[in-house]
């Protein structure tokens, strides 16, 4: 449904012009979830601010690839211009929502404009829709909450409205960029069941950013996982777990505590993530590969495939024995 190809994002001028995200390429289903994951600075957000047409300009811009919603290319009316003109699309919710609502007005306003935007509706009529989309994030009381100001509800509440300001413009797909991150444990269970319940009931794709496993293996029903600005390995949640192909994957999974295994220390991944730009040539993961060999740092590897819809791009992937 929405389908990004070949997406390059680049930033900085004349020679110094580097990649930021390379030939990235994935889709959204409807009523499924795909989970992005990465460490950070690997590119995550800068894919899904390009998907949504909100890459500060002129740091950043879409070099090349193409980005279609229901087949029809929405670079040149990317998502936040689509739903100011009553399109529907895809919206965004992001980590912190103080940020995204405006403190000194009422939730409730706050909604109104949302519908305002997309349908045109005012009055009782928005007020009205607007009550129904906090019953909709489960927000108890909502007709009394509409008058609530943002630094009166807690962060889980705050997030509830965010994704209710985003489901007014009735989204086929919505971008979700760590939205739990900020949140205690049991209030991000409770987000994230709303946001797989929504999911189903709207038919909605979603595009969930993280860089938790443990959110990813609760949520989603595939992952990308994403490295120095690379999709290096995709495939259904359970295969990618279950036997990974890549030696980053699989490291990333090395790194998340097992309760089971008692006092044993995690294993992390030595070293830290290229920058962009900082490696032009072969394997980005190959300085931090315990299977690189000689020709990882010369070639860059090309796509192995696993099944149906598991692929990952390494020389010597760990299911063919490296
Ligand atoms: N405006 C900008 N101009 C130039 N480079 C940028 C800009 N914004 C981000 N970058 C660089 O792009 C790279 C990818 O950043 P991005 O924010 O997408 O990472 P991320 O995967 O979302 O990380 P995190 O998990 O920390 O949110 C980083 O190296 C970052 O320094
Ligand atoms: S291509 Fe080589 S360096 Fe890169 S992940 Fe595979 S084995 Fe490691
Ligand atoms: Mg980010």
């Known amino acids: ?30 009523g499924k979830v795909l ?32 980005i279609e919603l229901d087949g029809a290319d929405i670079t040149e009316e ?14 965004m919710i992001f980590q912190e929502p103080m940020t995204s609502l405006n403190p000194v007005l009422p939730i409730g306003e706050q909604i109104v404009e949302a519908v305002r935007v997309h349908d045109g509706s005012t009055g009782v009529t928005a007020r009205n829709r607007a009550q129904e989309l906090l019953d909709m ?11 609530a100001y943002p ?6 509440m705050r997030q509830r409205v965010m994704i209710a300001i985003a489901l007014a413009c009735r989204p086929q797909a919505l971008i979700a960029d760590e939205p739990t991150t900020a949140l205690d444990v049991t209030v991000q269970l409770q987000v994230l069941s709303l946001i797989r319940e929504l999911c189903d009931t709207f038919d909605m794709g979603v595009l969930f950013i993280t860089h938790d496993l443990g959110v990813v293996s609760e949520l989603a029903d595939s992952v990308a ?38 006092h044993r220390r995690f294993q992390t991944i030595p070293g830290q993530a290229p920058k962009p730009g900082e490696i032009t040539h072969g394997c980005r993961f190959a300085p931090r590969c315990s299977h690189a060999q000689a020709i990882c740092s010369d070639d860059a590897p090309t796509r192995v495939t696993e099944g149906a819809r598991h692929f990952a791009e390494c020389h010597f992937p760990i299911s063919r024995g490296a």
């Open 151 to 156: 630094h009166e509800l807690s962060g889980g």
């Open 137 to 147: 994030v489960r927000i108890p009381d909502a007709r009394l909450q509409l008058n």
């Open 78 to 91: 990317p998502p936040y211009l689509r739903v100011e003109r009553g399109h529907g699309g895809v919206a």
């Open 1 to 30: 449904m929405l389908s990004v190809r070949n997406l390059v994002v680049s930033g900085g001028k004349g020679s110094a012009q580097i990649d930021i995200v390379s030939d990235v390429s994935f889709e959204i289903e409807r």
């Open 225 to 262: 996982v994403m490295y120095g600005g690379k999709i290096v390995e995709t495939g259904p949640v359970e295969r990618l777990f279950n036997t990974p192909l890549h030696p980053y994957t699989a490291g990333l999974m090395g790194c998340v505590p097992d309760p089971s295994a008692g």
């Open 35 to 66: 989970g992005l994951v990465g460490e950070s600075g690997s590119g995550k957000s800068i894919t899904s601010l390009a998907v949504m047409g909100l890459l500060p300009h002129p740091q950043l811009w879409v070099r090349g690839g193409s």
